[in-house]
């Protein structure tokens, strides 16, 4: 049953029961996790992968579950096919996480990743002039080719091409 491990933030706005998952996903990418995050006024959920830290932000994003899983899935979707993966491919991991459950957080690690994630979004969003104006596509680019400590200093996108190779 493929995942999203959602913060207490996004699961209390949902409004859903979260799943009762001990265990990973047995998906190709395994568990996503998800947080929400205000910019410019806009109310955006940054997605992070368990195992490989890469990560993707969807802008203007309703808390509703079905809009939650779409923007997910189209997101996921689209920086898949960005970073050049086969579309094939792309298309069978996103069939996966079509009927993605929402859960709760597991990793104490993956969430402290996605602090630091969320601060370098912040930042590099800013610096490039506010949502309206930046290139999100190069900004989330240039995040996931950044070394990862706890990847023993490997990009997030290599990882990421290991599992869908």
């Known amino acids: 049953m493929p ?12 409004e859903v029961s979260p799943v009762d998952a001990g265990a990973d996903s047995d998906s190709t990418l395994g568990d996503w996790y998800g947080n929400v995050l205000r910019m410019d006024r806009k109310q955006c959920v940054l997605f992070v992968n368990d195992w490989t830290l890469f990560s993707f932000i969807a802008v203007q994003v309703s808390l509703k579950p079905d809009k939650l899983r779409d923007a997910f899935l189209t997101r996921l979707n689209y920086v898949l096919i960005e970073e050049g993966f086969d579309p094939g491919k792309v298309l069978r991991v996103c069939e996966e996480y079509k009927d993605v459950q929402f859960a709760k957080t597991t990793s104490k690690s993956t969430l402290g990743s996605m602090n630091d994630l969320t601060r370098l979004y912040t930042r590099f969003i800013d610096i490039n002039g506010g949502l309206e104006y930046c290139d999100m596509s190069k900004i989330t680019r240039d995040i996931n080719r950044r070394p ?8 997030a996108v290599d990882i990421l091409r290991i599992h869908l190779c």
Request: glycine share 0%.
């Open 3 to 14: 995942l999203l491990r959602c913060t207490q933030k996004i699961l209390k706005k949902l």
């Open 148 to 155: 990862q400590k706890t990847h023993e200093w490997s990009f």
